[in-house]
């Protein structure tokens, strides 16, 4: 796609071996993708406030396995609302939702069919429903 990989310039931006750091700046293609069920104004809008956005792949925390377990992180109940493609299509920010759900212990998995990325924007009433059921399970 469109996206670009920058560094992140500034004091600290080096990782722990002294690499500098880099982000990831989504373009106007992508966006369009991620966009694609929500109304035109709110994508205009997202491609007007990119900003760099760091991955984290690298943060130390992320790769303590003594951290990351179900006993520890997986106690706090997670619900992920996964943004189904519309149709049936399956799209690679779907794709990445999945890997992030299978790399989070103790997740609950809600979907919601025929939302792109922004599930906010594409599907606000039935997100609404969503959170208010998930918040009912776990007062």
């Given at each position: 796609m469109d996206c670009q990989m920058v560094a992140i310039t500034g004091t600290?931006?080096?990782?722990?071996?002294?690499?500098?750091e880099t982000a990831i700046v989504m373009g106007p293609k992508f966006l369009e993708?991620?966009?694609?069920?929500?109304?035109?104004?709110?994508?205009?809008?997202?491609?007007?406030?990119?900003?760099?956005?760091?991955?984290?792949?690298?943060?130390?925390?992320?790769?303590?396995e003594a951290l990351l377990t179900a006993a520890n992180y997986g106690s706090v109940k997670k619900v992920f609302v996964v943004a189904k493609a519309?149709?049936?299509?399956?799209?690679?920010?779907?794709?990445?939702?999945r890997w992030i759900e299978a790399t989070n212990p103790g997740t609950e998995v809600q979907?919601?069919?025929?939302?792109?990325?922004a599930v906010m924007n594409s599907k606000p009433r039935e997100l609404?429903?969503?959170?208010?059921?998930?918040?009912s399970r776990y007062d």
């Open positions: 600290g931006s080096e990782d722990a071996g002294g690499q500098q993708k991620c966009y694609k069920e929500s109304p035109a104004e709110d994508l205009t809008l997202a491609k007007l406030l990119v900003r760099p956005g760091n991955q984290f792949m690298d943060d130390p925390v992320m790769k303590d519309a149709h049936g299509s399956s799209t690679s920010t779907e794709e990445v939702q979907e919601m069919a025929g939302a792109d990325h609404c429903d969503v959170l208010v059921g998930i918040a």
